[in-house]
C-alpha cells in the first residue's frame, strides 16, 4: 500500500532517487492491457499476448541494496584491484628480468667477441725419417797405372784399352840389351869371386895344418884364415848384384796386378822406356777394377753424427732416372774438415754387372732418423723474439709463450727438440703482438692444412 505523497519531478523516482518512466498514471506497476502474471494451478505461467500499438509507460520501483550486498560489491572491488596490481607488479619484474637479461647477455657476447678467436694444432709426435740427398762421383775401387821398372825398348804389347785382363796375364814385352850384357858380367864377376875364395879356403885349411906342426906362425894362421873371410864377402857381394840385376831383367815383361780392365795404352813398339814413374809419359798402362766402386762425399758437420759404419745408401743417376743401386757406408775419416766443415764418408757399390762406371755423377741417399722425444709443428707457428724462438699454446683459454728449440728444417715443418708436448694446442699464425697470458678462444673445427 502506498501513500499519497507530492508529485515528484518528472523523471525521478520518488523512492530515493529511483527513475521511473514518464507517461500516464499505471495502477500498481502493471502496464495497461497486460494482466500481471498470476500462478496458474499447476505452477505454470501464462503470457497473455501483448496488444498492438505502444505499451503505456509506468513507474517501475528499484529495491534498496542491503549492506551485505554492498560489502559483497566492495569486496569483488577490492579483489578486481588488488589482482592488477599483482599482474601489473609480475610485468614490471618479468620486463626488468627480461631487459637485465638481455643487457647480460649483450655484456656477455660483447666480452666473447672482444676475445681473439686462433686456430691450433697439435704438435706430431717423433720426427719423421729425413732424407739427405748429397753429389759424389763414382771412382774404380783399385785404380793403378802401370810403369816399366827397367830400361829399353817395347817389344810387343799383347791388350789394348777396354781389354779384360786377369791377374798374371802378360801386357807387354821390353827388350833390355844393356841389362843383359850387366847380367852376363855380373855372373864373371860371380865365378870371379867364387874361384878366388875357394883358393882362400885352401890356403886357410893348409896354414892351419902347418901351424899343428909349428911350420908356419900364427899370424901367418889368422892372414890365411881372414882372407877367405873377404873372399866369402866378395861372393856374397857378387851374388847380390846378379840377383838384382836378374830382377831387373824380369821386369822386360810387364804383367797385370790384378783383374780388371785397361783404360789407357800410353805405348806402342819401339818406344823407348824409361825406368821408374818419373814422368806421365813413362805409363805404359793404366787399369781399373771395377766390381766395386768407391764413392766419397763430403757430409755437413750438423748431418756428421748420424753417419755410421754399415748404414744403406742409395745411389741413383741421370741417366737411370727410375733405378736405384745400392751402396753402404764402410768408412768415415773421423775428422771434420776445417775449411769446409764436412766428414769423409766412403760408399761402396756392387758393380758386378759393370752397369756403373768409373767417373759417373751421383746422387746419395742418406737416410737421417729422426729424433726420439721430438716433435714437428708448422713453421708458422714460431714466433721470432729478441728473447728467443717461441710458439704461442692455449692453456686455460689464455695463450702462453713457450720457448722452444728447433732442430731440422723440413721446408713447411720444423723439427721440435724441446718445449712442446703432443698434447699442446698450438697456434697458428701467432700475431707479432700476442702477449703472454692473453685471452683467445680456439676457433672449432680443424683449421686448413692440419693434419
Not at 28 to 44: N, T, V
Amino acid at each position: 500500500m502506498t501513500l499519497d505523497q507530492p508529485d515528484p519531478p518528472p523523471g525521478r523516482d520518488p523512492h530515493q532517487g529511483q527513475f521511473q518512466s514518464q507517461g500516464p498514471a499505471h495502477h500498481q506497476g502493471q502496464e495497461p492491457g497486460r494482466d500481471h502474471p498470476q500462478a496458474r494451478p499447476g505452477g505454470e505461467k501464462q503470457n497473455e499476448p501483448m496488444p498492438h500499438g505502444p505499451a503505456p509507460q509506468h513507474d517501475v520501483e528499484v529495491p534498496d541494496a542491503t549492506p551485505a550486498e554492498k560489502r559483497g560489491t566492495a569486496r569483488k572491488l577490492l579483489t578486481f584491484v588488488a589482482v592488477l596490481a599483482v599482474l601489473l607488479v609480475i610485468g614490471i619484474v618479468v620486463g626488468l628480468f627480461i631487459r637485465s637479461s638481455a643487457e647480460t647477455k649483450l655484456a656477455r657476447d660483447t666480452t666473447q667477441e672482444a676475445v681473439p678467436i686462433v686456430q691450433v694444432v697439435r704438435p706430431e709426435p717423433s720426427a719423421p725419417d729425413q732424407m739427405l740427398v748429397l753429389p759424389g762421383q763414382t771412382l774404380a775401387f783399385t785404380d793403378t797405372p802401370i810403369y816399366a821398372r827397367t830400361s829399353g825398348y817395347l817389344k810387343h804389347w799383347y791388350f789394348d784399352i777396354g781389354a779384360h785382363v786377369h791377374q798374371g796375364q802378360l801386357l807387354a814385352e821390353i827388350e833390355t840389351p844393356e841389362l843383359d850384357q850387366e847380367v852376363r858380367q855380373a855372373r864373371a864377376d860371380l865365378q870371379t869371386a867364387q874361384a878366388t875364395a875357394k883358393l882362400a879356403g885352401i890356403t886357410a885349411k893348409r896354414t892351419a895344418n902347418l901351424l899343428q906342426s909349428q911350420s908356419v906362425s900364427t899370424q901367418e894362421r889368422d892372414n890365411a884364415a881372414g882372407s877367405l873371410s873377404a873372399d866369402q864377402a866378395t861372393v856374397a857381394s857378387r851374388e847380390a848384384n846378379l840377383a838384382r840385376l836378374l830382377e831387373l831383367q824380369s821386369y822386360e815383361h810387364v804383367y797385370a796386378p790384378f783383374d780388371g780392365i785397361v783404360t789407357a795404352r800410353n805405348t806402342d813398339v819401339g818406344d823407348l822406356i824409361n825406368a821408374g814413374a818419373g814422368s806421365p809419359a813413362t805409363e805404359l798402362f793404366h787399369m781399373t777394377e771395377i766390381s766395386v766402386l768407391r764413392i766419397y762425399v763430403a757430409v755437413p758437420e750438423m748431418n756428421a753424427p748420424a753417419m755410421h759404419v754399415g748404414a744403406h745408401v742409395d745411389v741413383t743417376l741421370d741417366e737411370y732416372p727410375n733405378q736405384k743401386f745400392h751402396g753402404t757406408l764402410v768408412r768415415t775419416n773421423n775428422a771434420i774438415d776445417p775449411a769446409s766443415r764436412t766428414l769423409t764418408v766412403e760408399v761402396d757399390v756392387d758393380n758386378k754387372a759393370g752397369q756403373l762406371l768409373p767417373g759417373a755423377y751421383t746422387f746419395l741417399h742418406f737416410t737421417l732418423p729422426g729424433g726420439a722425444g721430438t716433435a714437428t709443428v708448422p713453421s708458422n707457428t714460431l714466433l721470432f723474439r729478441s728473447e728467443g724462438l717461441r710458439a704461442g699454446v692455449v692453456r686455460n683459454g689464455q695463450a702462453k709463450l713457450v720457448p722452444v728449440t728447433i732442430g731440422r728444417d723440413y721446408g713447411d715443418k720444423v723439427e721440435v727438440i724441446s718445449g712442446l708436448t703432443p698434447d699442446d694446442q698450438v697456434i697458428i699464425n701467432p700475431s707479432d703482438s700476442l702477449v703472454d697470458g692473453t685471452k683467445v678462444r680456439v676457433q672449432s673445427g680443424k683449421p686448413p692444412g692440419a693434419n
